[in-house]
């Protein structure tokens, strides 16, 4: 079981900016896939991006062409770099990791987007 850290969340004007950041106590080289999930206030938790361990990147309709998914060469941070941000982006932020052996969630990080 590997222990994720959220953080770079935030207050931001619409059309700007910000990198989260999910440090992991350990590698996910092993994972199957690393996510960014989101929750906004009164609605079900949604996925926004993954990253398969083959390479593969899938985002939500919502983000794509503004979100982009990577993982740092030592598989230890998974980033979510969020540009042109909009008021619908507005939520807690949550990263996942899992493979067959556990499914980590980390403790959110809350990204607010407002003039």
């Known amino acids: 079981q590997v222990q994720l850290v959220e953080s770079g969340g935030g207050l931001v004007q619409p059309g700007g900016s910000l990198r989260l950041s999910c440090a992991s106590s350990?590698?996910?080289?092993?994972?199957?896939?690393v996510a960014w999930h989101r929750q906004a206030p009164g609605k079900q938790r949604e996925l926004v991006a993954m990253?398969?361990?083959?390479?593969?990147?899938n985002y939500s309709d919502s983000v794509k062409g503004r979100f982009t998914i990577s993982t740092d060469s030592a598989k230890i941070t998974v980033y979510l770099q969020m540009n042109s941000l909009k008021p619908e982006d507005t939520a807690l932020y949550y990263c996942?990791?899992?493979?067959?052996?556990?499914?980590?969630w980390g403790q959110g990080t809350q990204v607010t987007v407002s003039s």
């Open positions: 350990g590698s996910i080289a092993d994972a199957y896939t």
């Open positions: 996942n990791a899992r493979n067959r052996w556990y499914n980590s």
């Open positions: 990253l398969t361990n083959s390479g593969i990147t």
